[in-house]
């Protein structure tokens, strides 16, 4: 195992050269941002911003209508799977390593996430760090991030898309609140839409690792399925709660 802590100040510089998708805990919310009278999702914005997990350009613009890189959004995953605290960004030996992305300023978030199954690369070889995202892929992402099986809920093949906008508007998932009328699920994605759909992500409940098998007791037939993931009183497990939200005997006390 080794601790990304290293390659982090090589990477965050290359970051802010590139004017790419930066993450800086404690950063200021939207209207902070040079061009914060063109953001349409500020309170997305603002949520992003406080956690961490994503922020403006080194010009001080959050430029809401660029477009996501597949590279940006492996790093926004990436920071999000660890509740925003890059220093538990851990990548295995058998991290895998594309060649079109050895010397790319988001490679060990790229690795991280495909380790993590949430991105797969273009092909064995190549990721395509610079290719642009669209709304279904980053949608997709965000489902496997929540627990979803890939090859369990269908979220490969030829009809993946299908399973994927299916998913994403379950009551209880809904990762294109707020953005119904003005997403093109099969367009390329902007960065204050990655916004709210990420912010929908933290909201929304995460499917149970374990599937619940019935009929196993009575010598019935097996049927096995899949539920969202609800705490001991019975309540619904939210991303927010399962990677943000420190266990009560973990927080630190107030002085």
């Not at 998932?173 to 990655?194: C, H, M, S, W």
Request: proline share 4%; net charge negative; with cysteine.
């Amino acid at each position: 195992m080794k601790h990304l802590k290293r390659a982090l100040s090589l990477t965050l510089a290359a970051a802010l050269l590139t004017g790419t998708l930066s993450v800086h805990a404690g950063a200021e919310e939207s209207a902070a941002y040079t061009d914060a009278d063109q953001i349409n999702y500020r309170e997305a914005v603002d949520t992003m911003t406080q956690l961490g997990i994503i922020a403006g350009k080194d010009s001080g613009a959050f430029d809401p209508q660029g477009l996501v890189t597949r590279a940006e959004a492996a790093k926004l995953l990436a920071v999000m799977l660890v509740g925003g605290q890059e220093d538990k960004l851990v990548l295995s030996e058998e991290a895998p390593a594309f060649t079109d992305s050895q010397d790319h300023w988001a490679r060990d978030y790229i690795a991280f996430c495909v380790q993590k199954g949430v991105i797969a690369g273009r092909s064995e070889e190549a990721f395509d760090p610079d290719g642009q995202v669209t709304g279904s892929e980053l949608a997709k992402m965000a489902l496997v991030a929540l627990g979803y099986d890939p090859i369990v809920f269908g979220l490969t093949g030829a009809d993946w898309e299908i399973s994927v906008n299916a998913y994403v508007n379950q009551p209880n998932v809904n990762l294109y609140a707020g953005l119904k009328d003005e997403i093109d699920p099969f367009e390329a994605i902007t960065r204050e839409q990655a916004a709210q759909l990420l912010s929908n992500t933290l909201n929304a409940q995460m499917m149970s690792d374990s599937p619940t098998q019935t009929g196993v007791e009575n010598g019935e037939e097996v049927t096995t399925f899949h539920t969202p993931k609800k705490d001991e009183a019975g309540d619904p497990v939210t991303f927010r709660m399962e990677y943000f939200v420190q266990p009560a005997e973990e927080q630190i006390p107030e002085a």
